[in-house]
């Protein structure tokens, strides 16, 4: 399917009031789009500023991992906000972003879709979106924080390098049906702003019980890899302040902020 994510595309019909409306930026090759909306918010870009690709030749992760990012196949955004929260509450945006990510891939492909946690967003078991934070702060204040996303959209198993063919898969992997990506942009933007304003009116509790119902480990036997340690347990909760909660088997509860679940047992 040849189609593209110009600005003016994606505008059309959207029903957002600011995500979207404003500056958007779109680039056929960039190397992270995360680099240019930094560098876009150092300059003073207001919320809502998007930057686009077609394709990144140096797309980031998590962890310092590269993501993926094949031309006209995928979607690869970054979204620069100013929340007005300390650095702790970045944690929430991440965790809010996945379950509008969720709810606008639900739309596509309504079965076998679950957030791995903290922010991805597995369909049948294997990654097909991802979610990368970064914020700008001095001492308690955020200056912006830019999110990115990636979803692997129309992309075939031939578009994934032999190490990813096992754990990645697309929309079109799925369901055998491609889609088109400015529909899928507008529907993740509208329910980016609807959650985001449900987060900056202090009602994170709403997003973590969604967040919660999506979960593929809450409940669970879990073991986290946390820096360089891990911690095994049964996944509890997640609290208010957006940390996992582990019960190990000593009864000790460790509260997570950020890592990797290595294994569900
Ligand atoms: C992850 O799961 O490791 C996070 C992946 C985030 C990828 C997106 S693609 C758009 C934005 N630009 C980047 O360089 N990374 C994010």
Known sequence: ????????????????????QKEMYHFTTAVST??????LGRRGAPEGTLV?????????????????????TGIYLSIILRPGIVPAGANKITLM???AAAEAVKKFCPDGLMIKWPNDILINGKKAAGILTTMDTSGDSVHYVIVGIGINVNAGPESFPGDLRDIATSLFMETGMPVRREILVREFLESFECFYRILLEGDFRVIREIWKEQSNIMGKEVTAEVRDCTVSGKAVDLDDEG???VRDAAGGLHRIISGDIIKIH
């Open 1 to 20: 399917m040849k189609d593209t994510l110009l600005p003016n595309e994606i505008r059309n019909s959207l029903k957002t009031r600011i995500f979207g």
């Open 34 to 39: 995360n680099d240019i909306a930094g560098d």
């Open 52 to 72: 686009i690709a077609e394709t990144q030749t140096g797309g980031k992760g998590r962890m310092g991992r590269t993501w993926h990012s094949p031309p006209g």
């Open 97 to 99: 972003t996945a379950v």
């Open 243 to 245: 940390f996992l909660l």
